[in-house]
């Protein structure tokens, strides 16, 4: 129910029952009910949540932005912060501009990904599973107009938000239009040439590695995934223009 006077439900005192609404939205963030991106309720319906009054929420909302954990949102609203505007354009300049950028980039998410991989197989609920099963379905019905690359992002999203932790949820946000970006890439011919399957198929191997609850299956299926992309780039780059990857001599040990 609405409530506006704050001393029926908290400290008497406006800033300290304030402070303490800001703890309440904190936390949220720190469990993962509010991830990067997202918009927040409207203040009325916080004060309603939370049982203060529109003044207290107010404020707390006021000193999450001054901390950096809040943003305002154009047009009226808050939403949670990602450091995607920051990072991002940077990281993005850093892999185009050179090939081992790129290679550093894949290396990375290996490690962060077959970590997320082996938590979702842990500690993903049900209807977490059900939903990285429904997008690998999608991925399998789509052509290429883009939306194979949408669903393939769709998916690695789905595996981080079934890891459970919001600390892995805010490191990938701040890669996340870049990773969209090495998603689409890798949906795009000359780097395909036709392994749309075989692509399909290494999704398909983390999806039911998660699903049986095989830990270690789940993160060495993301290894083998992103180990066969990374090859994939380093065929790409070595070849020879109008040379298919196939055909291109291996890339030297220095190349990694």
């Known amino acids: 129910m609405p409530a506006t006077d704050d001393s029926a439900h908290g400290p008497s005192s406006s800033p300290r029952i304030s402070e303490w609404v800001a703890q ?17 309720p409207g203040e009325r319906q916080l004060a309603e949540q939370l049982h203060v009054s529109r003044v207290s929420v107010r404020a707390a909302l006021q000193k999450l932005k001054t901390q950096g954990f809040l ?17 991002d354009g940077a990281l993005t300049a850093m892999v185009r501009g050179k090939h081992d950028n790129l290679c550093d980039l894949v290396e ?11 938590r979702a197989a842990q500690h993903a609920t049900p209807e977490q599973i059900a939903n990285i099963g429904r997008i690998l379905a999608a991925m399998s019905q789509t052509g290429g107009d883009g939306s194979r690359a949408a669903d393939d992002m769709d998916f690695h999203l789905s595996v981080a938000q079934a890891s459970g932790s919001p600390v892995y949820l805010h490191l ?85």
């Open 24 to 40: 309440q939205l904190l936390d949220r963030i720190s469990r993962g009910e509010l991830v990067p991106g997202q918009r927040l």
């Open 71 to 87: 943003t305002a949102v154009q047009g009226g609203g808050t939403r949670v912060v990602s450091s995607t505007g920051v990072m």
């Open 108 to 118: 990375i998410r290996m490690a962060l990904e077959g970590w997320a991989a082996r």
């Open 172 to 256: 990938l946000s701040t890669i996340r239009d870049i990773l969209g970006n090495m998603v689409e890439l890798n949906h795009t011919e000359p780097y395909m040439e036709n392994h749309e399957a075989l692509m399909i198929d290494h999704h398909r191997a983390i999806y039911d590695a998660i699903a049986r609850r095989d830990a270690d299956a789940a993160a060495n299926a993301v290894t083998a995934h992103l180990g066969w992309v990374l090859a994939r780039y380093h065929a790409m780059n070595a070849a020879p223009s109008g040379v298919p990857p196939e055909q291109a001599p291996p890339p030297s040990p220095s190349a990694d």
